[in-house]
C-alpha cells in the first residue's frame, strides 16, 4: 500500500502538498500516510480511490488499472521481419505510421498556438485531440489523424501517446517541462520545431483551429469532466478503443453536426 500511493502519485505527477489538501490533511500527515507511519483513514482512503479513478477495493489492495499495451507500427520491412522472429509477444493496440506521423504536425500545432498557457498541459493536450478527430469524422465522415484513442479513467487517450512523445523529443521536436500549476505539477510540452501542416486540407485546418480555440480556456479537471459525458467515451469499456461511430449518436451539447429530419447517417460495421 505505502509504495503503491506513492507510485500512483509520481505516475500522475501530483505533489505531496495538492494530494494531502484533496483528503484534508496537512502535508507532513499525508507523508506519513505514503510513507507508511500513519493509518490512512476509511474516509481518507474514499477520497483518494476516487481522485485515482480507482474502486476503494482495488485502492486499498494496490491494484491499479492496467496499461493498455501499444506497438507503433514501423514503414521499413526488415523491422517488420524482425518483429516476426522476435519472441516478444504481440501488443494489442497497433498504430499505422502514417498516423503518428499527422498526429505529431497536428500536437506541434497546438502547442504552436497555445502550448504556453498556463493550463495548456499534457492531459488537455491529450483530450484536444481527441475532439479534433472524432468532431471532424462526425461531420464529414472522414477521417483527419485517424489515430485510436483509449477509455481509460483520465478521459480518451491517444494509444501510444507516451511513447510518440519520446520519439518527438529523440527527434528534437519538443521538449518536455515541469511547471507549477495552482498546488500540483504538471507536465507540459514546447515545440522546438515549427508544425508542417502542408498536407493537410483547408477544411481539416479550419477545424483544428476551430478546437484550439474552443478549448483553449480549459485546465485537465474541465476537459476531462466535459469528455467523460461524451456518447464514444461512454460507450465504451475501460482500457478498450473508442468507436468512431459512435459519434452519430451523440447528445446535442456535443453533436458537431446538423441532421436533417432526425436522421443520422448508417452505422458502418
Not at 505516475?11 to 483528503?23: D, M, P, T, W
Not at 482512503?45 to 492496467?66: I, R
Not at 516478444?88 to 498557457?117: D, F, H, N, T, W
Request: charged share 35%; glycine share 4%; net charge positive.
Amino acid at each position: 500500500m505505502v509504495n503503491f500511493l506513492k507510485k500512483l502519485r509520481k505516475k500522475e505527477n501530483i505533489s505531496q502538498e495538492f494530494l494531502a489538501k484533496k483528503i484534508g490533511v496537512s502535508r507532513p500527515t499525508y507523508i506519513q500516510i505514503e510513507n507508511g507511519s500513519r493509518k490512512i483513514l476509511v474516509e481518507e482512503a474514499q477520497k483518494l480511490a476516487q481522485f485515482f479513478g480507482l474502486t476503494l477495493e482495488d485502492f486499498l489492495a494496490g491494484k491499479d488499472l492496467p496499461s493498455p499495451k501499444i506497438r507503433l507500427e514501423k514503414i521499413s520491412k526488415k523491422s517488420k521481419l524482425k518483429n516476426k522472429k522476435s519472441k516478444i509477444p504481440k501488443m494489442r493496440i497497433s498504430v499505422p505510421q502514417e498516423k503518428i506521423a499527422k498526429l505529431k504536425e497536428v500536437l506541434l500545432y497546438i502547442l504552436e498556438r497555445i502550448g504556453a498557457r498556463s493550463n495548456i498541459g499534457e492531459a488537455v493536450v491529450c483530450k484536444l485531440l481527441y475532439f479534433i478527430d472524432f468532431d471532424y469524422y462526425e461531420k464529414f465522415e472522414e477521417q483527419l489523424i485517424g489515430a485510436k484513442y483509449i477509455k481509460n479513467h483520465h478521459g480518451p487517450t491517444p494509444a501510444g501517446f507516451l511513447e510518440i512523445l519520446k520519439q518527438m523529443q529523440q527527434d528534437g521536436d519538443l521538449v518536455p517541462v515541469v511547471k507549477k500549476y495552482f498546488q500540483y505539477d504538471q507536465k507540459k510540452y514546447l515545440p522546438r520545431r515549427k508544425a508542417d501542416l502542408s498536407g493537410f486540407s483547408a477544411q481539416e485546418k479550419e477545424l483544428i483551429d476551430f478546437e484550439i480555440e474552443r478549448f483553449k480556456d480549459f485546465n485537465a479537471s474541465q476537459i476531462k469532466n466535459y469528455s467523460h459525458k461524451d456518447v464514444p467515451w461512454i460507450s465504451e469499456d475501460d482500457l478498450k478503443p473508442i468507436d468512431y461511430e459512435a459519434v452519430f449518436y451523440r447528445t446535442p451539447e456535443f453533436s458537431q453536426r446538423q441532421y436533417d429530419d432526425k436522421l443520422k447517417p448508417n452505422k458502418r460495421i
